[in-house]
């Protein structure tokens, strides 16, 4: 696929083909998911964006580029909450159900396919509703849930019939029948994988390796080792011939079909086999595999009657499992770190930002929260009033008492503009926009109601707002109200400056008093913060 323009309609059917291909070449779905991502980027369609990136993510995934998954994951799981995009949603849950299964969580694992499955709507293509119900499926027969596991198969089984996806049906089935082998269960797992083998053929679909691989480890289990040992060659024809998926792939072949003829008695092309895999994995470095060929050597050494080989084998055997499960273990923290290290980060920055919204001293939010937050609940909401409270005389409080009085001072009355506020208007805010003055943001209140409120607020602070002033010393607040809506159309500086000149009124009214509709000027007053009154 070249970088040619490409508009809404074009990049979202690109953008589909690549989530419901069965992918085979995952390094070429990586590039392809990335030239999307810039075509959806260049679009300026957000939507389009984030499920590009997704794709992008997943590839990722699977070629194991590991590094910032999990950030780009919850980076695209929480627009798509915002947007209530629940198919995006559905998506990242299965991702985040791999990346919990290769931590060695089946229990996460579980929980992130379950929700994948419940967040799938009527948006969901039916390609989509069977790959995750089959990944649910998966996860319930890793935690041994075989019974619901089953239940689960059936269903997907059922709507790739309907369907006719039968290559998404084929996928299914060999899972079902891999994981009935893993637990034990050989008689379900050979009608599981007769059943692909009828569906294959009657739908001239060419099993792959997987397949091909599955049902030959089933064969054995079953004692049908010469069926075992020709499939097993015609999946090792199909690597040969450049069909190559994983790495490790015709070494787990070889070790099959080392199997399947010791169970012939050939223990001659038996040994044969296992010397080409114990030479795959050497060359590859291949761990998991050449801990099965020590075991498949002592049963080699003991099929030929040669016991004391046999034992040295399988000490050999022990040994090197207990290495692989040591590396497993290293791999799973590994991931498990990068997950706590992504979520530990964004955390970390979400408290650096709160932090960047919040005045140190008083622990309310600051002018930055305000200017961010402010315009959109005024856009919003027609009965929202705003107010700007002043402490009156501060700069004598300061000078003559001390600074550390003053921040003492400032405190108190931010706690009970807070407390007071919360009590009669549990949606709105209270910041600390600078020096002595704060803002006061009413939701759902026209300007009377927030007068007489706020009138509540400035009788609690006159009378409470005493602690470590002298005798005869006290702290009041004056405060002008506004409507948001008092000009049109409403904006945040108008309805500032509409409170600032209520609250200058005040000041000169008197002080410690609540004011609103003062007549506008002909001079129009910028607000502005005011150093002392």
Not at 397 to 408: A, E, K, R, V, Y
């Amino acid at each position: 696929m070249d970088d040619h323009a490409m508009g809404v309609e074009e990049l979202s059917a690109a953008l589909l083909e690549l989530e419901e291909q069965v992918v085979t070449d995952s390094e070429a779905g990586y590039s392809t998911a990335g030239r999307l991502e810039r075509q959806a980027a260049a679009l300026g369609d957000e939507g389009l964006l984030m499920r590009a990136r997704l794709c992008r993510t997943t590839l990722a995934l699977v070629t194991g580029r590991l590094a910032g998954i999990a950030w780009q994951l919850q980076d695209i799981q929480a627009w798509a909450q915002r947007h209530d995009d629940r198919l995006l949603q559905a998506r990242t849950h299965l991702i985040s159900s791999m990346i919990e299964r290769m931590a060695g969580d089946a229990a996460k694992s579980l929980e992130h396919a379950l929700s994948a499955v419940e967040l799938l709507d009527d948006t969901a293509t039916t390609f989509t509703q069977i790959k995750h119900r089959t990944k649910l499926a998966d996860a319930l027969a890793l935690i041994g849930a075989m019974d619901a596991a089953r239940l689960r198969y059936h269903q997907a089984e059922e709507l790739a019939q309907a369907a006719q996806q039968w290559q998404r049906l084929i996928i299914l089935l060999n899972n079902w029948a891999f994981l009935e082998h893993e637990t034990g269960d050989f008689s379900r797992a050979q009608h599981v994988a007769a059943r692909m083998v009828e569906y294959a053929e009657a739908h001239a679909v060419e099993l792959d390796q997987s397949a091909l691989h599955t049902l030959a480890d089933i064969q054995v289990a079953n004692g049908e080792y010469q069926q075992a040992a020709t499939t097993m060659r015609t999946c090792i024809a199909q690597h040969e011939a450049g069909h190559v998926d994983q790495a490790d792939d015709l070494a787990y072949f070889l070790l099959t079909l080392a199997r399947a003829q010791r169970g012939l008695g050939d223990t001659t092309a038996a040994q044969r086999s296992l010397d080409a895999c114990r030479a795959q994995c050497d060359e590859s470095g291949l761990h998991g595999p050449l801990v099965q060929v020590y075991e498949e050597q002592a049963e080699l050494h003991a099929a030929r009657g040669d016991y004391a080989a046999a034992f040295t084998a399988q000490k050999e055997f022990v040994a090197a499992q207990e290495r692989l499960h040591s590396k497993e273990r290293e791999d799973q923290a590994q991931i498990r770190h990068a997950i706590f290290e992504t979520t530990e980060a964004r955390e970390e920055a979400r408290r650096f930002r709160e932090q960047a919204l919040r005045d140190p001293l008083t622990g309310l939010h600051n002018r930055r929260y305000a200017d961010e937050h402010l315009p959109a609940l005024i856009a919003a909401d027609p009965a929202l009033s705003v107010a700007l409270v002043d402490i009156d005389h501060f700069k004598r409080i300061n000078d003559t008492l001390s600074h550390d009085t003053g921040d003492l001072v400032l405190v108190q009355v931010a706690k009970l503009l807070e407390t007071g506020l919360a009590a009669v208007t549990p949606d709105g805010f209270v910041a600390r926009l600078g020096g002595e003055e704060f803002l006061a943001v009413l939701p759902g209140t026209p300007v009377a109601e927030a007068a007489a409120r706020l009138d509540t607020i400035r009788q609690a602070i006159a009378d409470q707002a005493r602690e470590g002033l002298p005798d005869g010393w006290s702290v009041t607040v004056s405060i002008g109200v506004a409507a948001a809506d008092e000009t049109s159309p409403p904006a945040q500086p108008t309805a500032l400056a509409d409170a600032d000149r209520n609250l200058y009124a005040a000041k000169h009214q008197g002080r410690n008093r609540v004011v609103t509709g003062t007549p506008r000027d002909r001079r129009s007053r910028a607000y502005r913060d005011r150093e002392v009154t």
